[in-house]
T-cell receptor, first 119, second 113 residues
Framework: GAVVSQHPSWVICKSGTSVKIECRSLDFQATTMFWYRQFPKQSLMLMATSNEGSKATYEQGVEKDKFLINHASLTLSTLTVTSAHPEDSSFYICSARGGQGTLYQETQYFGPGTRLLVL | QQQVKQSPQSLIVQKGGISIINCAYENTAFDYFPWYQQFPGKGPALLIA?????SEKKEGRFTISFNKSAKQFSLHIMDSQPGDSATYFCAASMRSGNEKLTFGTGTRLTIIP
């Protein structure tokens, strides 16, 4: 149980284009989803928290207009990197947590990550 | 206040030995302490977690020791194996509030034959 998938697993794009990354909870309903960014040999940096049907809450320093997050259903959240630039190249990881009273409420379950390379 | 300090940054242990990674926190409102294991190019996977009402939790070769008064917790990996070579992150969160995970800086563990 508690499987989270991400698609695509890696993507290469040209500077100035937009890239969409999907995060899905496969066997549970994710009330809350989180998006992280991780640089090589560093810890995870939380970018934003999203609750199903609500606007995402962004961490300080994260540009809302650049990193668009949509959590339209209890099993799907998307992160769109708009007008991507080489400095946006990174490893993007999502996580999901179930609602209160559910088996998966206690912790975050992570996806496998998406490696983005902007040329 | 929100930091979780993790040490060591890297650790080399001989196969069969005990690997020990330590974390310390400051925010006494934290009440959930998970450990995650991450292999290169993969997302973190939950390894084991503890709440402050117990001082130790064991799952197979993995044990968390928790010292509430010292605000410290540690991961012990018994009989360490080459397959345990990975980066380990401790984390902390509050059950109330927005329940964000605050991560430690990570420990790169290498198990040598």
């Amino acid at each position: 149980g508690a499987v989270v998938s991400q698609h695509p697993s890696w993507v290469i794009c040209k500077s100035g284009t937009s890239v969409k990354i999907e995060c899905r909870s496969l066997d549970f309903q994710a009330t809350t989803m989180f998006w992280y960014r991780q640089f090589p040999k560093q810890s995870l940096m939380l970018m934003a928290t999203s609750n199903e049907g609500s606007k995402a809450t962004y961490e300080q320093g994260v540009e809302k207009d650049k990193f668009l997050i949509n959590h339209a259903s209890l099993t799907l959240s998307t992160l769109t990197v708009t007008s991507a630039h080489p400095e946006d190249s990174s490893f993007y990881i999502c996580s999901a947590r179930g609602g209160q009273g559910t088996l998966y409420q206690e912790t975050q379950y992570f996806g496998p990550g998406t490696r983005l390379l902007v040329l | 206040q929100q930091q979780v300090k993790q040490s060591p940054q890297s650790l080399i242990v001989q196969k069969g030995g005990i690997s020990i990674i330590n974390c310390a926190y400051e925010n006494t409102a934290f009440d959930y302490f998970p450990w995650y294991q991450q292999f290169p190019g993969k997302g973190p996977a939950l390894l084991i977690a503890i709440r402050p009402d117990v001082s130790e939790k064991k799952e197979g070769r993995f044990t968390i020791s928790f010292n509430k008064s010292a605000k410290q917790f540690s991961l012990h990996i018994m009989d360490s194996q080459p397959g345990d070579s990975a980066t380990y992150f401790c984390a902390a969160s509050m059950r109330s509030g927005n329940e964000k995970l605050t991560f430690g800086t990570g420990t790169r563990l290498t198990i040598i034959p």
